[in-house]
């Protein structure tokens, strides 16, 4: 038998999204998802950003398992991204995985410095 540890699921960030098959893809939905938690570093001073990274999007073929994304926003805790271009590289790697119809990306970045910056990032399938 399986003990409590063996159970225990991955918590190790990861560069891999789960895309799960979409469940109603006769359906057109929408998904929101909010990750209040979002941590990167600044390239220039190596100081921790912090800010939200909203997801909104209009599934394809596929939906993405929550934890995997978890993981991944996890990822660039330690390294060193200027907001748009993380905020550009998160919605493009979300593309790849996912293949939505449509996503909005809105990255709100706190205040530092006093100003704080928000990118918004939008794709729409061709």
């Known amino acids: 038998m399986e003990t409590r540890s063996e159970l225990t699921m991955s918590t190790k960030p990861s560069k891999e999204l789960d895309p799960i098959p979409n469940p109603y893809p006769h359906r057109d939905y929408e998904i ?3 990750a209040p938690e979002f941590t990167t570093l600044c ?10 990274i909203t997801i ?3 599934p394809g073929p596929f939906i993405i398992e929550l934890k995997s994304l978890k993981l991944y926003l996890w990822s660039f805790r330690d390294e060193g991204h200027f907001h748009e271009e993380v905020s550009n590289v998160i919605a493009d790697d979300f593309i790849k995985f996912a293949k939505p ?9 706190n205040v530092r410095g006093g100003i704080s910056t928000n990118v ?5 399938e061709a």
């Open 43 to 52: 390239p220039k001073t190596g100081q921790p950003d912090f800010g939200t």
């Open 101 to 109: 119809k449509y996503m909005e990306l809105i990255g709100r970045y």
């Open 120 to 124: 918004r990032v939008e794709y729409t």
């Open 56 to 58: 909104r999007y209009r």
């Open 32 to 34: 929101t998802i909010e």
